[in-house]
């Protein structure tokens, strides 16, 4: 009761015709979606150019090829790089999948050791319409980790190296704790205080960071360097459960050496 | 290899900072997050204003109340108002709890026949800092469902009124589908085309629609009304499983009749 008619409506309406003109404006022609996987707490996402309705997609999961090939249907884009943030161990990539449903070219890091149809490297630039996705070699939790940051929108993506207030493991797969903390200090930390960090997974229903508050919060990197290293040693984590599943089919982009319930 | 060196990287570094710079204005004084219960598959957003301060929740979880508590403190945002889409069946509002853990006051609409510290209906405004969430009244899940609107940011939360292709069930707690296709219609789908939708749950790892794709391709909403209606007849629904346990809790805001695990 106490709200009602705060603002007078008919004024109001005014406004919003204005404002949503003024957002339409500033969203320009670029097309963000944010996708979940249940399953294994792995985030993908779809970037795209409303005007050349080029788009790709970050770290896609086997599972959901057919949702996310189906998205880019619907808002009429035309998937031009499936990627990913490096050789997952907890879930096998979409990409594979996507390469038969769309004509998408598959995109990794040379450093991960993965086939794919594109290898990038440091200060490599993917393209799609007018929108530029810079590669940041970030190695730690695996050789191969890159950071994927679009600077016009502010945002990053940052895989399993910097988590929401963690980080990923580094007890397998090459895992260095001492290049974990220096490359997201180095590179990630080094970015705008406001930029919008998007990582590949999180179990606590989180599903975004900023610079600012992984500088201030993040519990595990605000430690010293040494620190940092004695808490990655203590963690005493399970194996991973899909480890053996996935790098294998991983290795071969999602494609081949695939388990038989996900051989089609 | 072959994406290597598309831009100029000196050239980008500048282009990078004008963008970045760009993109703060852009975003203002607007600040958002979405966040998940992955046991009922529910959307949780807080908004709010970087300048006063001022933040409300949308649908908060219980279970999730810390979490939610300790991200607006993280964001050094004062939560003002913990608002409800409606009186949930399918898990216990964070509400309660949320009054316990911060400042804030419990809003959901008149027509929900719940308990909170504000009342609301349809076109009340509700305020925080320079920000104005408009209700909808949009009745056919429940009675009492709202749809909350954010005009300068081309958003719209719509609670179970419309999910992403698909809409609430219609067959417990006042359901009415020629009321919920009807309301959807004549309010939802009468925002712009590129308001992007918020919605109270998703089980397929989707996050956001907008009002042009669910015109497009909602499998239920681009029906005419009897067809409608006989869908929403015909979908044979398990009994929901929280109900018992949510509705009495809902109806005192969550605070009272807490089932025995939730009591603090």
């Known amino acids: 009761m106490a709200l009602r ?6 004024l109001f309406g005014v406004a919003f015709a204005q404002s949503v003109r003024g957002h339409a404006t500033m969203a320009s022609n670029f097309v963000f979606r944010q996708l979940f996987d249940t399953k294994s707490s792995t985030y993908t996402y779809l970037l795209g150019d409303a005007e050349s309705k080029d788009a790709v997609l970050i770290d896609p999961v086997i599972e959901h ?12 884009l035309n998937l031009k790089f499936a990627i990913n943030t490096h050789m997952h161990a907890d879930h096998i990539t979409g990409t594979g999948e996507l390469k038969k449903l769309t004509n998408c070219k598959s995109v990794i890091s040379k450093a991960s050791g993965a086939k794919a149809d594109i290898h990038i490297d440091e200060s490599d630039v993917i393209e799609f319409g007018t929108h530029k996705l810079r590669v940041f070699s970030t190695p730690g939790h695996t050789n191969g980790c890159v950071t994927y940051y679009i600077p016009e929108q502010g945002m990053a993506f940052t895989g399993d190296a910097l988590l929401i207030r963690g980080c990923g493991r580094t007890d397998f797969q090459e895992g260095n704790s001492t290049n974990l903390y220096e490359n997201v200090h180095g590179k990630i930390f080094s970015l705008p205080d406001e930029t919008i960090l998007y990582p590949a997974h999180d179990y606590k229903g989180m599903m975004s960071t900023t610079v600012d508050e992984e500088k201030r919060l993040n519990p595990r990197l605000t430690k010293s360097l040494s620190e940092f290293v004695e808490i990655m040693e203590n963690l005493n984590l399970a194996y991973p ?7 294998p089919a991983n290795k071969a982009c999602g494609l081949y050496d695939l388990p038989e319930e996900y051989q089609t």
Chains 1, 2 share one sequence.
């Open 5 to 10: 008619h705060v603002v007078n409506l008919s």
């Open 241 to 247: 459960k899909m480890i053996d599943k996935a790098l």
């Open 65 to 76: 090829a057919k949702r996310d090939a189906q998205l880019v249907k619907d808002l009429n």
